[in-house]
């Protein structure tokens, strides 16, 4: 079974950081493109951040680029999201998504999804 | 980027009656060397993450119910469902994975009426 636990959320004041964390099992990690999605509360579905399976291809939103850093480790089965002078509208739960099928260099729908992380900016 | 429009923004239909939801990407999103159409459609009920409903457009993802199914080409894109029931209730998003950033639709409020 397909699962991936996201951790490390939690309050921080505008300017800070934090690092997000997303531990998957039940497939082979290194296979697999990752993606970080978060949702404000209330709102819709944003896209953050893309990793391909071997690190190779990174692209971030631009309303993350240059403060966000995805990264994963293969042989821990793990996936991060570092982030940096955070601001309140950074608040939002952060899901943790792996695609529908191995990489292959397109991209593909999200198969799986973590049950998220909330990270609230405010001071 | 490419903007995704769904409508309506909400919706309300009676117990077994037919629902449809509409998405319009600003420009295609159909892949030319290998026809296939980089749009998906997600479910998401309150306090849980999204799923996956349907992929490449018209696939249906595995396990759900085919009363769920997807259609359209190009720019043009809709989702069916043909007897709603009541555990449809949700939110519902359209997203295309052509090319980054990639961007989901506003989502739609799927209500019983």
């Known amino acids: 079974e397909v699962q991936l636990v996201e951790s490390g959320g939690g309050l921080v004041q505008p300017g800070g950081s934090l690092r997000l964390s997303c531990a998957a099992s039940g497939f082979t990690f290194s296979s697999y493109s990752m993606k970080w999605v978060r949702q404000a509360p209330g709102k819709g579905l944003e896209w953050v951040s893309y990793i391909s399976s071997s690190t190779s291809t990174i692209y971030y939103a631009d309303s993350v680029k240059g403060r966000f850093t995805i990264s994963r480790d293969n042989a821990k089965n793990s996936l991060y999201l570092e982030m940096n002078t955070l601001r309140a509208g950074d608040t939002a739960v952060y899901y943790c998504?792996?695609?529908?099928?191995?990489?292959?260099?397109?991209?593909?729908?999200?198969?799986?999804w973590g049950q998220g992380t909330l990270v609230t900016v405010s001071s | 980027d490419i903007v995704m429009t769904q409508f309506p923004d909400s919706l309300a239909v009676s117990l077994g009656e037919r629902a449809t939801i509409n998405c319009k990407s600003s420009q295609s999103v159909l892949y030319s060397s290998n026809n296939k159409n980089y749009l998906a459609w997600y479910q998401q009920k309150p306090g849980q993450p999204p799923k996956l409903l349907i992929y490449w457009a018209s696939t249906r993802e595995s396990g759900v119910p085919d009363r769920f199914s997807g259609s359209g080409s190009g720019t043009d894109f809709t989702l069916t469902i043909s007897s709603l029931q009541a555990e449809d209730v949700a939110f519902y998003y359209c997203?295309?994975?052509?090319?980054?950033?990639?961007?989901f639709g506003q989502g739609t409020r799927l209500q019983i009426k």
């Open positions: 998504a792996r695609e529908r099928f191995p990489y292959s260099g397109n991209f593909y729908a999200i198969g799986y």
């Open positions: 997203q295309q994975y052509y090319s980054t950033p990639i961007t």
